[in-house]
């Protein structure tokens, strides 16, 4: 089985360090644990959030950990003989200029000191959304792809791409036919082992 995998939401746990952040940053807490942007989770402008990510950004690339047995889980579905490729909107990633290199070579260094293994990394434009994100699941042919997003988990279920929606409060009411909610990477890798039994 090819599946792709989603970074932040996925291999990390985005909310917490824009909770943790963002109440040091903003001087105040979060107004809406429910929202995905730092201007909703704390009711700023779309200028404040902007300043607030140029000064947090690479912190969160360097420092932020992985979610627990986020590494191993991804291993064993090596080591199980399936093909596991990184398809990641990483801000700035997908540029080619010396922000977008230095973003890639932040981003490898990190899953190189986490452990991480993968078949392959697609950088898909942070600016270009669900559709991008399509383009990498069809470059590595996916059977499956594991992301947090509710617009990108819908515009791909909809286009019968299965996802694997890692569940988070920003998610909740997302539902298709082809999507599998996953509660941790536990859960995952035996959902995952369970559905390649079934391809």
């Known amino acids: 089985m090819r599946i792709g995998v989603d970074c932040d939401g996925v291999l990390t746990d985005m909310s917490e ?3 943790q952040y963002g109440e040091k940053w903003f001087k105040r807490k979060p107004q809406n644990f429910d929202a995905f942007n730092p201007s909703e989770i704390f009711n700023c402008s779309k200028l404040q959030e ?12 360097k420092k932020w950990p992985p979610r627990k047995y986020a590494a191993p889980a991804i291993r064993k579905l090596l080591n199980d003989g ?9 801000k700035f990633a997908s540029r080619n200029n010396f922000l977008g290199r230095y973003s890639r070579k932040l981003y490898k260094h990190w899953l190189k000191e986490h452990g991480f293994k993968f078949s392959g990394i697609f950088f ?10 399509m383009k990498g699941v069809k470059s590595v042919s996916a059977d499956i792809m594991i992301d947090d997003r509710p617009e990108i988990a819908l515009y791909l279920a909809r286009r019968n791409v299965k996802v694997m929606l890692f569940d988070n409060r920003y998610n909740k009411g997302v ?5 599998i909610r996953v509660y941790d990477w536990k859960d995952a890798y035996k959902k995952l082992s369970a559905l390649a039994e079934t391809l």
């Open 17 to 19: 360090y824009i909770f």
């Open 50 to 61: 902007l300043i607030f990510a140029v000064r947090y950004f690479f912190t969160y690339c």
């Open 175 to 179: 539902r298709h036919k082809n999507i």
């Open 124 to 133: 898909c434009s942070d600016s270009r959304g669900p559709a991008d994100k």
């Open 82 to 90: 399936h093909e596991v490729y990184q398809i990641t909107a990483r």
